[in-house]
Nanobody, 120 residues
Framework: QVQLVESGGGLVQAGGSLRLSCAAS????????MGWYRQAPGKQRELVAN????????????NYADSVKGRFTISREYTENTVYLQMNSLKAEDTGVYYC?????????WGQGTQVTVSS
């Protein structure tokens, strides 16, 4: 029904930047939210940022984890059905697997994940 394909992960030095992309295909109408979670080794998966559909003149409402506010920016390109996560001023603690997700009509969909490694 829905496929999410992430790209853009990699290895970067602390203070550097990466841009993650998540391309959605399939039944991608009536989307409630899209965003990114991450999971560090030995830790639970946590929400990094998301965009809730509707609101703010239909541009969507964005939410960020406190730990990334001011450094990460989430955006959505509606014509390309793609959501981006621009990550600046990366820290070692940002290391983990980043997963794109989507919710629509009560269901959740996940990408396969992309590794982000920040060296200190």
């Amino acid at each position: 029904q829905v496929q999410l394909v992430e790209s853009g992960g990699g290895l970067v030095q602390a203070g550097g930047s990466l841009r993650l992309s998540c391309a959605a295909s399939g039944s991608i109408f009536a989307i409630n939210a899209m965003g990114w979670y991450r999971q560090a080794p030995g830790k639970q998966r946590e929400l990094v940022a998301n965009i809730l559909s509707g609101g703010i003149l239909s541009g969507g409402i964005t939410n960020y984890a406190d730990s990334v506010k001011g450094r990460f920016t989430i955006s959505r390109e509606y014509t390309e059905n793609t959501v981006y996560l621009q990550m600046n001023s990366l820290k070692a603690e940002d290391t983990g697997v980043y997963y794109c997700y989507m919710t629509r009509r009560g269901s959740e969909y996940w990408g396969q994940g992309t590794q982000v490694t920040v060296s200190s």
